[in-house]
């Protein structure tokens, strides 16, 4: 079955310390982004990656850190610079066709929760 | 500037109602697309439907209607005869080329409560 995964569902850190979010692909596809979503609230932009070894900000980049050294990976460290990192955090891919990125697929979902 | 916006932040009906989402997005682009998205109480959004800026006829599938319009910039979501299943955060969302190059932008959501 093809889709994206994401791991772990749940994810617990403490104060200070880095965490990463794994997000697994494969639909072949070229992009990939992270979301940050607040309760209540709508999707904001993370970091987002057309190609390998290649990555943009989003609105809300600083205090996270990606990489996308393989087509099908996309991961995502919440570094201790985050000043307010709970959250649900959702991966998501797409083609790209004619200059155009299509309909954007989504994982489901990491919660984090700072303690 | 919000380029999406759903000005309806939440929405409650009774088992067999109709309900319009509504949507409005901001362009400067000839050409872009717009999407529907399903974000259930488990969180993963669902993709719904995409509509390029080209494409205004109006689309029909089972319960659920678009209606797109550019003159008013809007993207309406329909539920005919709405059911508890329906219950969810809708999110509608513009992608558009330029600098900000296959970013989507999300409107802020629509919260549909279908009570039985």
């Known amino acids: 079955d093809g889709g994206i995964t994401q791991s772990p569902k749940y994810l617990f850190r403490k104060e200070g310390q880095n965490v990463t979010l794994s997000c697994e692909q494969n639909?072949?596809?070229?992009?990939m982004y992270w979301y940050r979503q607040d309760p209540g609230q709508g999707l904001r932009l993370i970091y987002y990656?057309?190609?390998?070894?290649?990555?943009q900000k989003g609105d809300i980049a600083e205090g996270y850190s990606v990489s996308r050294e393989k087509k099908e990976s996309f991961p995502l460290t919440v570094t201790s610079a985050q000043k307010n990192p709970t959250a649900f955090y959702l991966c998501?891919?797409?083609?790209?066709?004619?200059?155009?990125?299509?309909?954007?697929?989504f994982g489901p979902g990491t919660r984090l929760t700072v303690l | 500037a919000q380029k999406v916006t759903q000005a309806q932040t939440e929405i409650s009906v009774v088992e067999k109602e109709d309900v319009t989402l509504d949507c409005v997005y901001e362009t400067r682009d000839t050409t872009y697309y717009l999407f529907w998205y399903k974000q259930p109480p488990s969180g993963e959004l669902v993709f719904l439907i995409r509509?390029?800026?080209?494409?205004?006829q109006n689309e029909i599938s089972g319960r659920y209607s678009w209606n797109f319009q550019k003159s008013t910039s809007s993207f309406n979501f329909t539920i005919t005869a709405s059911q508890v299943v329906d219950s969810a955060v809708y999110f509608c969302?513009?992608?558009?080329?330029?600098?900000?190059?296959?970013?989507?932008?999300f409107g802020s959501g629509t919260k549909l409560n279908v009570k039985p």
């Open positions: 509509r390029n800026s080209f494409d205004e």
């Open positions: 969302a513009l992608s558009e080329a330029g600098y900000n190059f296959n970013k989507f932008y």
């Open positions: 998501a891919s797409s083609t790209i066709t004619g200059g155009y990125s299509t309909e954007q697929f």
């Open positions: 639909l072949n596809h070229d992009a």
């Open positions: 990656s057309q190609i390998v070894n290649d990555f």
